[in-house]
């Protein structure tokens, strides 16, 4: 009734507004690479985010092996941000001895930054209302 359980790896990466579940199954090793259901160059077009999200694959030579990805929230950019934190995170679950070459790179390292609050009396975070002497 139930498909055969593949045992995988998982991580949670999050970015910006975004927040992304990865999981690597190093069994099947087809290199087959899926985000929210579809392939990632399809999901993913720009080459500069497809770049970005397999850093952390092939810093370790771990090219060939199953991902896949369920992201939600915020932007391109803070999607792509959110998988390549979970995956690398998912890497360090599969195989400890692949954190030194992964914090090497920046890959395991939260970016922090958000978005700052609107402040009373501005238009945003920090623009002022014009100044008019008259």
Do not use: W
Not at 24 to 42: A, S
Not at 60 to 81: F, Y
Request: net charge positive; proline share 4%; hydrophobic share 30%.
């Amino acid at each position: 009734m139930s498909e055969e359980q593949v045992p995988y790896f998982e991580g949670i990466g999050r970015r910006k507004r975004s927040s992304a579940r990865v999981r690597i199954y190093p069994g099947k090793n087809e290199g087959v690479f899926t985000v929210n259901g579809k392939d990632v160059k399809e999901f993913f077009p720009r080459f500069g985010d497809y770049m970005t999200l397999i850093g952390p694959l092939t810093d370790t030579g771990m090219e060939n092996m199953d991902v896949t990805v369920l992201v939600q929230g915020g932007g391109v950019s803070g999607q792509t941000g959110a998988v390549r934190l979970g995956l690398a995170r998912a890497l360090v679950k599969y195989d400890e001895n692949l954190r030194g070459a992964l914090r090497d790179n920046d890959h395991l390292t939260r970016d922090g930054r958000i978005k700052e609050r609107k402040k009373p009396g501005l238009k945003r975070a920090r623009k002022a209302p014009t100044y008019t002497k008259r």
